[in-house]
């Protein structure tokens, strides 16, 4: 029998690969750092004694 050589699709079927846009995996990350956003905000305030705004001078 002749090889047949494997081809590869020229478009990625992981989506995983793009370079920028709403993937899976740029969606986690998002949340990672929505969490650890959201967490600091919180330990600010309770350290703290004052919401983000007043530890800030805004308010």
Avoid: Y
Wanted: net charge positive; aromatic share 14%; hydrophobic share 45%.
């Amino acid at each position: 029998m002749p090889d047949a050589k494997k081809t590869t699709p020229s478009v990625s079927q992981t989506p995983n690969t793009a370079p920028w846009g709403f993937t899976p995996q740029s969606e986690i990350w998002n949340g990672r750092f929505a969490m650890i956003g959201f967490l600091s905000v919180v330990l600010l305030e309770v350290f703290s004694g004052k919401g983000v705004l007043h530890f800030w001078g805004i308010l």
